[in-house]
């Protein structure tokens, strides 16, 4: 009885062949490959001869772009080709920081010592490149004091001047009055400044 080497239980390479993210060597399957790279003359090569190559280098045969035609391979090390990616997505991820937006609360009635307090809060913020949302909170008949929380934000965005960008004036939403600030680019410190 003749065996299906193709059949999924059967073919040892076909999980390994799943699982890759670039074929290598003997899983490209064109007539004919594109080479590129170092110490190799670029050009159009039969797939017998680029696996020759690639085998006398004791290197693989990776099909960088499969969908050119023909599709462009790289005689590298395919294992410190796949390390080296991950290593670059790590770092690419880890440079990459989120930023959040964190919330600043005052009354119409904050007094001088809060309001010194929550503005140290926000220059920091800012300087670690987060935005910041401040708001007056009006309740019960403190809303007839709109132009206290006015004053209020617009002396805080006056303050917050050299690290914050003010992205609008002051709003209203409901009974809070709102301003939103955005950090200013900070420039990179030189050896001098640290």
């Known amino acids: 009885m ?6 999924r239980g059967r073919n040892p390479n076909f ?3 799943q699982q890759q993210e670039h074929r ?11 080479l590129v790279g170092e110490g ?3 050009g159009v090569y039969p797939i017998e001869k680029a696996l020759a190559m690639a085998e006398a ?8 772009s499969p969908n050119a035609a023909p599709p462009v391979c790289r005689i590298i090390d395919y294992k410190k080709f796949l390390y080296e990616k991950k290593r670059k997505e790590k770092e690419m991820k880890a440079n990459s920081k989120q930023s ?7 009354t119409p009635s904050t007094d001088d010592h809060d309001f010194e307090f929550k503005t140290k809060h926000a220059e920091k913020f800012l300087k670690e490149g987060n935005k910041v949302k401040a708001y007056v909170q009006f309740k019960g008949r403190a809303i007839m004091f ?7 934000l617009l002396k805080f965005a006056e303050r917050l001047g050299e690290v914050g960008a003010l992205e609008s004036m002051p709003k209203m939403e409901g009974k809070r009055m709102l301003v939103i600030f955005a950090p200013k ?3 990179k410190k030189t050896d001098k400044e640290k």
């Open 57 to 64: 280098q004791a290197l693989d045969l990776v099909e960088i």
């Open 100 to 106: 959040e937006v964190k919330e600043i609360r005052f």
């Open 15 to 17: 999980r390994r062949e």
């Open 185 to 187: 680019s900070q420039k």
């Open 40 to 42: 190799i003359e670029p």
């Open 2 to 7: 003749a065996v299906n080497q193709n059949f």
């Open 146 to 152: 709109k132009d206290r929380g006015e004053l209020l």
């Open 24 to 34: 290598t060597n003997r899983m490209i399957r064109v007539p004919e490959v594109r």
